[in-house]
């Protein structure tokens, strides 16, 4: 089993500012990662696969870096549109795939 | 557009049964590995169950190993959760998903895009 370890749990920031999310791994997992966008009541969006590959749509502002155990998400400069949720997941570990706790960005 | 669209959910108590649909539009529904996804209420997000794209192939998370069954008509483009034996401890939005990535050496490595607007299952007396 490979633990997910997403943080910070809640970061409280302001429009403008740079946030980075972190998610460590119990074991190295290359750059099998990917990371999703939840707002509330809504289904999560793919953001970011293969640890740093952006999906068609995501805004330039978001970026994905890291490889082995130590992965970050991070938002350039923060819209009002991108306070939400984020969740890291790992897909090394096929069949079972597994989902980092989330980040909660909220407006400072 | 791609297009994901959830039905089935709804209250059920202990024990008892539901099966959730999930009817996949503006892509080739057959080419494609599927999933469910699950969110406990105020929760982060739990993986369910995948399906290969001729159905050959399945997988569970343990919790649900024995009780749920995917399987998928691509006839119909659509995709089926059967839910059997419900726990309160399965009460959550369940998302329909497209399971994107590449297949090597017998597994396959992927991420999940799009998603469907889920379907909530509530079990409870």
């Known amino acids: 089993v490979i633990w997910m370890t997403q943080s910070p749990s809640l970061l409280s920031a302001s429009t403008g500012d740079r946030v980075t999310i972190s998610c460590r791994m119990s074991?190295?997992?290359?750059?099998?990662l990917a990371w999703y966008q939840q707002k509330p009541g809504k289904a999560p969006e793919l953001l970011i696969y293969?640890?740093?590959t952006l999906q068609s749509g995501v805004p330039s502002r978001f970026s994905g870096s890291g490889s082995g155990t130590d992965f970050t998400l991070t938002i350039s400069c923060l819209q009002s549109e991108d306070f939400a949720t984020y969740y890291c997941q790992q897909y090394y570990s096929f069949p079972s795939l597994t989902f980092g706790g989330g980040t909660k960005v909220e407006i400072k | 557009e791609v297009q994901l669209v959830e039905s089935g959910g709804g209250l059920v108590q202990p024990g008892g049964s539901l099966r959730l649909s999930c009817a996949a539009s503006g892509f080739t529904f057959s080419s494609y590995w599927m999933s469910w996804v699950r969110q406990a209420p105020g929760k982060g997000l739990e993986w369910v169950a995948n399906i290969k794209q001729d159905g050959s192939e399945k997988y569970y998370v343990d919790s649900v190993k024995g009780r749920f069954t995917i399987s998928r008509d691509n006839a119909k483009n659509s995709l089926y959760l059967q839910m059997n034996s419900l726990r309160a401890e399965d009460t959550a939005v369940y998302y329909c998903?497209?399971?994107?990535?590449?297949?090597?050496?017998?597994?396959?490595?992927?991420?999940?895009?799009?998603w469907g607007q889920g379907t909530l299952v509530t079990v409870s007396s």
């Open positions: 293969a640890a740093s």
């Open positions: 074991q190295g997992i290359s750059s099998y």
């Open positions: 998903a497209r399971y994107l990535g590449y297949c090597s050496g017998g597994s396959c490595y992927g991420w999940f895009d799009p």
